[in-house]
């Protein structure tokens, strides 16, 4: 398979460990002020009203994909966080479009992360990455 899309497309792809940029997603405030804990029972949901989006009964690590989208670059859960929380955010069309193209302010998001008891730290992590190059 390997050799027929190397022929194909003239490219190739393997594994290799790379020290990498990240953001570790911290608990800054053990209370958690901007979220609440969720029932074990409650459905996980998201409904935006009014310029809101709500999200219920949604786990850190729902947070920590977003947050890789948004932001364009890994983020690490190092919160130690086991429940499901209800929370909410200012959300519009710019939002959006920002998320899908990974370009959410580092800056904009922290004040959110700190109203709600957390924090992201910059850190580097050796990752696993898949490298394609151009065949030899």
Known sequence: ??????????????MEARNTDVLKLEVQDANL??????PADEDE??????????????SPGYLVRGLEDGLGKPVIDETGLTNSYDFSVPWNAKTTQAMQAGSWHLENVQKVLNGWGLDLEPATETMNMVVVEKAQ
Request: hydrophobic share 30%.
């Open 1 to 14: 398979l390997q050799s027929a899309i190397r022929e194909a497309t003239g490219y190739t792809a393997h």
């Open 33 to 38: 002020s901007g979220m609440t804990i969720s």
């Open 45 to 58: 949901d998201v409904q935006y009203k009014d310029g809101i989006l709500y999200f219920k009964h949604k």
